[in-house]
């Protein structure tokens, strides 16, 4: 399994970037998904999560009303659009994809198999 992020760039506070993930050598539409990040000097930290089917989703405070997690199963591919971003949102940001089957959501990284290369996002004061 290979996942490929993308769409990280430098934006402006208060602009908006949509990171996009796509997946390719398994079966996607039967796994949740989630996205983490990681700022120089700080842990890797959660971002947003959502099931196998896109219809339950689960946001970290510090992202929730400006950041929205979906996914299309049938592109294989899932998107996470920042918006209102703060300077405090840079980092890189990772997608992240079990290997098993469930009905839910996750927050934690280990509960996630595969892992995608990371996107840098830069917000400018």
């Known amino acids: 399994v290979q996942l490929q992020a993308s769409g990280g760039g430098v934006a402006q506070a208060g602009g908006s970037l949509r990171l996009s993930c796509a997946a390719s050598?398994?079966?996607?539409?039967?796994?949740?998904m989630g996205w983490f990040r990681q700022a120089p000097g700080k842990e890797r930290e959660f971002v947003a999560s959502?099931?196998?089917?896109?219809?339950?989703?689960f946001y970290a405070d510090s992202v929730k009303g400006r950041f929205t997690i979906s996914r299309h199963n049938a592109k294989n591919t899932m998107y996470l659009q920042l918006n209102s971003l703060k300077p405090e949102d840079s980092a890189v940001y990772y997608c992240?994809?079990?290997?098993?089957?469930?009905?839910?959501?996750?927050?934690?990284?280990?509960?996630?198999?595969?892992w995608g290369q990371g996107t840098q996002v830069t917000v400018s004061s």
């Open positions: 992240a994809m079990r290997s098993t089957y469930s009905s839910g959501f996750y927050y934690n990284a280990g509960a996630y198999d595969y």
């Open positions: 050598g398994r079966t996607f539409g039967w796994y949740a």
């Open positions: 959502l099931n196998w089917g896109g219809a339950s989703t």
